[in-house]
């Protein structure tokens, strides 16, 4: 079953499989059609219930309430990234949830299943969609320390082209937090989470050019810098189509400098 037709499925069985205010035969379904172990979980089924609790939190809150902190817990990559999802959704549609809700969020980005931090990620993208002022100030607050992972994750929630071009707030957000990415990748020591962090900014700095031309000007400044992970990250942006088919003449000319 394809991740089309199993997001389907949920949706026509929903109400039998909560029916009975049981963890059980939600789980089930959602570990029987996850995609893992594999290379690629589904999302779409993952999205599908994430929308479905959301619209069922009225009637049942308590019983999902439960659901997504047996599914947080459970040590299950995908039941941990659905979980992390759809507490994006509920907060979408129920604010009054965020005392409990924003903490297993924010520990999330720091599972060591990486599944399950990307779930944090997604919550963001919803809450930026459709909550962006919220969003926005979450972030600040969780990348007050300026945590790597959280960065990381902050940097890839943000990078959503289509919010950018409805949202100069959150274009600077994600300049702001790009160079404090890019601080951080030059100051710290070679961690695993300062390289993802690294690895993202491989692509969100393009995704910022493609929305403001003007942020090439600072490629221009991290390439003259000499400092050899940003001219790594941002001959990494070079490459990517988004800037390279818009802005021809200009990336021809940063190649020229980088060499």
Same mark, same amino acid.
Request: hydrophobic share 45%; glycine share 6%; proline share 3%.
């Given at each position: 079953?394809?991740? =089309?037709?199993?997001?389907?499925?949920?949706?026509?069985?929903?109400?039998?499989?909560?029916?009975?205010?049981?963890?059980?035969?939600?789980?089930?379904?959602?570990?029987?059609?996850?995609?893992?172990?594999?290379?690629?979980?589904?999302?779409?089924?993952?999205?599908?219930?994430?929308?479905?609790?959301?619209?069922? @939190?009225?009637?049942?809150?308590?019983?999902?309430?439960?659901?997504?902190?047996?599914?947080?817990?459970?040590?299950?990559?995908?039941?941990? &990234?659905?979980?992390?999802?759809?507490?994006? *959704?509920?907060?979408?549609?129920?604010?009054?949830?965020?005392? @409990?809700?924003?903490?297993?969020? *924010?520990?999330?980005?720091?599972?060591?299943?990486?599944?399950?931090?990307?779930?944090?990620? &997604?919550?963001?993208?919803?809450?930026?969609? /459709?909550?962006?002022?919220?969003?926005?100030?979450?972030?600040?607050? @969780?990348?007050?320390?300026?945590?790597?992972?959280?960065?990381?994750?902050?940097?890839?929630?943000?990078?959503?082209?289509?919010?950018?071009?409805?949202?100069?707030?959150?274009?600077?957000?994600?300049?702001?937090?790009?160079?404090?990415?890019?601080?951080?990748?030059?100051?710290?020591?070679?961690?695993?989470?300062?390289?993802?962090?690294?690895?993202?900014?491989? &692509?969100?700095?393009?995704?910022?050019?493609?929305?403001?031309?003007?942020?090439?000007?600072? &490629?221009?400044?991290?390439?003259?810098?000499?400092?050899?992970?940003?001219?790594?990250?941002? /001959?990494?942006?070079?490459? =990517?189509?988004?800037?390279?088919? =818009? *802005?021809?003449?200009?990336?021809?000319?940063?190649?020229?400098?980088?060499?």
């Amino acid at each position: 079953m394809g991740e =089309k037709e199993s997001a389907e499925e949920l949706r026509g069985s929903w109400d039998r499989l909560i029916t009975d205010l049981q963890v059980e035969p939600v789980t089930r379904f959602m570990q029987k059609h996850s995609g893992l172990p594999g290379t690629r979980g589904n999302i779409t089924l993952a999205a599908e219930a994430s929308r479905l609790i959301a619209k069922s @939190w009225d009637a049942e809150g308590l019983f999902l309430l439960g659901l997504i902190e047996k599914w947080d817990s459970s040590g299950d990559e995908y039941l941990m &990234f659905a979980a992390h999802m759809a507490i994006g *959704y509920i907060l979408v549609v129920r604010p009054s949830e965020e005392s @409990w809700a924003v903490p297993i969020l *924010y520990k999330g980005n720091f599972s060591r299943l990486w599944r399950a931090r990307e779930g944090v990620t &997604f919550a963001l993208e919803a809450l930026l969609e /459709k909550r962006r002022d919220y969003a926005l100030a979450l972030i600040d607050a @969780w990348c007050a320390d300026r945590n790597p992972i959280v960065i990381r994750n902050a940097v890839v929630a943000l990078a959503h082209p289509s919010q950018l071009r409805a949202s100069s707030e959150q274009l600077n957000a994600l300049k702001k937090y790009n160079n404090i990415g890019m601080e951080l990748v030059a100051a710290s020591a070679k961690t695993p989470d300062v390289e993802m962090l690294a690895k993202s900014l491989g &692509f969100t700095l393009s995704v910022t050019a493609e929305a403001d031309e003007s942020y090439l000007d600072m &490629f221009e400044e991290w390439i003259s810098s000499c400092v050899k992970p940003w001219r790594s990250i941002v /001959k990494e942006n070079l490459g =990517k189509s988004r800037i390279a088919k =818009k *802005y021809p003449a200009r990336i021809a000319a940063l190649r020229l400098l980088l060499g």
